[in-house]
């Protein structure tokens, strides 16, 4: 299980095609691609534990470099495209990438990093003073293996949320380059993809699932469709176009496509759809319903996180009979643990922590290591939930967004779920700010599908909308809207930006 099989055996076979541009690579272009990057690794001096860092956008050449990395046993860290400079020196710094890889399109940034430890770096697509062009370096060297071929790992980091990215980092196994991942033995399992696979990815490459998910059916001898930005009518043009068979997606992607007018969203045929699969972020129960009326039953649900430390898992039957509930654990044993880390019986809230023999560490941050286990090794992702008696899981919310106000625990995610299904939000985010009297109020940060609605009337009609459906301390006392939330392209928010420009000032407007 690995792309250089399907490249010695049908080579010629469609690999990767981009959405946008049509280019298509074929399996053997991909194996001599990967192997030219692995060649110029031990030319610079890497060997098996080194590590690069590669800042793109979905670009052609992002899964050949990350196939190279891997086959040469390196770390191989992907940086987010919309990064500021700030945070982009601070992950290559911090992972000790010894080469940087980027591309002209994102060539103002690049000439402004300092990167104290990197050695070498390239550039794709044009000429950067103070960069190599990687396609000058990689044609001059052989498209054949690397004599100590190994299995490297991604090192990925967190989207930085509620704070500095943390980079997880797990051992290297010493193996070959062919042994089966996890994420491609349970994609083969539970979603059944094969060489045969057609599979859409909508999302940035460089986020853990996308990354994993693409290596798998690659190495499952399916062909990828990627989206180099998502569209959510162009979505479904390729799905019909490409007769995709396998996607992956997140909860905000499913609302900005049912926010396409009806003709939009039939105008598409979307039956070729085998399993369409979504996490990153708990998704609203009558999206989700929605969802299900309009694909039918293919519509697949997992929770897990870049640590690898457990998987939990539902298919469309299983979640209509436990509407809202992100599924069983299939890898390690959940536990819900209150604030004295005592376990909590079914039903009640509390940090969900997963039992298993998997062991990660926060790179360079042993304080952040220790304070995700427990005393028996039990490790966390900071989510909120609890389990059901039948043992299916249910996500609250990350115990860092939590609000208190006059006492009580507010979940904001409830309150987001019911604001996104008012026809003229697009998407939403509920915070704590300042208050004299109760600590923190509930606010509600908005962006609308036109800012021409936005005012006091509408305020006051999301209010009432919220009012409708929970009780009044959980809804929002103020509403502010916004040209555009900070959403993570994977679909997280950056609630500490949104925060930090309430709590810095507290005299911010208030509808």
């Known amino acids: 299980m690995h792309p250089s099989h399907h490249a010695r055996d049908n080579p010629d076979k469609v690999a990767i095609i981009m959405a946008d541009s049509g ?49 040469a046993g390196l770390y191989f860290t992907p940086i987010g495209s919309r990064l500021t400079t700030a945070e982009v020196e601070y992950i290559v710094n911090d992972c ?34 103070g960069y190599e062009r990687l396609e000058t ?40 380059i062919d042994e089966p991942a996890a994420i491609t033995l349970l ?11 057609v599979y859409l990815s909508p999302a940035p490459l460089y986020h853990a699932a996308p990354l994993g998910f693409n290596l798998a059916v690659l190495a499952l001898g399916g062909t990828s469709v990627i989206m180099e930005r998502f569209d959510p009518e162009r979505a479904l043009t390729l799905i019909a176009q490409h007769a995709v068979s396998h996607s992956q997606w997140v909860p905000t992607m499913f609302v900005r496509m049912l926010k396409l007018d009806a003709a939009a969203r039939t105008a598409h045929d979307v039956s070729s759809l085998r399993y369409a699969i ?40 299983d979640w209509l009979a436990h509407r809202g509930s992100v599924g069983k654990a299939l890898v390690g044993v959940l536990h819900i643990l209150d604030d004295d880390g005592q376990e ?42 609890y389990v059901d008696e039948e043992g299916f899981l249910y996500l609250t919310d990350r115990k860092a967004h939590m609000i208190i106000s006059g006492g009580v625990n507010v979940y904001p995610q409830e309150v987001e779920n019911r604001l ?21 109020e509930v606010k509600a940060v908005v962006q609308l599908a036109d800012m021409a609605d936005a005012g006091g009337a509408l305020a006051t009609e999301l209010v009432a909308f919220c009012r409708e459906e929970l009780s009044g301390i959980k809804c929002p006392r103020s509403v502010d809207f916004v040209e555009e939330l900070p959403r993570h392209p994977t679909g997280k928010l950056y609630k500490r930006l949104l925060r930090d420009r309430y709590w810095k000032d507290q005299g911010s407007r208030r509808i």
């Not at 990057?37 to 670009?59: K, P």
């Not at 293996?145 to 980091?157: C, K, R, V």
């Not at 996104?420 to 923190?440: C, R, S």
């Open 23 to 71: 280019q298509r690579i074929t399996y053997g272009e991909l194996d001599a691609g990967s192997n030219r990057v692995a060649q110029l690794m031990r030319a610079a001096g890497l060997s098996a534990g080194d590590g690069i860092a590669v800042m793109l956008e979905n670009h052609p050449r992002f899964l050949e470099l990350a196939l190279g990395a891997l086959r």
């Open 344 to 385: 909590l019986p079914a039903g009640e809230a509390g940090a969900i922590y997963f039992e298993s023999p998997a062991e990660f560490e926060y790179h360079n941050d042993p304080d952040k290591t220790r304070a995700s286990r427990t005393a028996e090794g039990w490790s966390t992702l900071g989510d909120v939930g």
């Open 96 to 129: 000790g990438a010894r080469i940087f890889v980027t591309s002209a399109a994102l060539a103002d940034r690049a000439t402004e990093l300092e990167l104290d430890r990197v050695e070498r770096r390239y550039i794709v697509d044009g000429d950067v003073e």
């Open 278 to 317: 979504h996490a990153a972020a708990p998704c609203p129960i009558e999206i989700k319903e929605r969802m299900l009326e309009w694909w039918g039953p293919i519509v697949h649900e997992y929770y897990a996180g870049t640590e690898g430390n457990g998987f939990c898992w539902i298919g469309p039957q």
């Open 137 to 176: 370096a990689t044609d001059a060297l052989p498209a054949e293996p690397i004599e100590d071929e190994t299995a490297g790992q991604s090192m990925l980091y967190s989207s930085g949320t509620t704070g500095r990215p943390k980079g997880v980092r797990r051992a290297l196994s010493g193996g070959p």
């Open 420 to 440: 996104v299904l008012h026809p003229k939000v697009l998407d939403a985010a509920v915070i704590g700010v300042p208050d004299d009297e109760l600590g923190e």
């Open 187 to 197: 994609l083969q399992g539970l979603w059944k993809v094969d060489a045969e696979t």
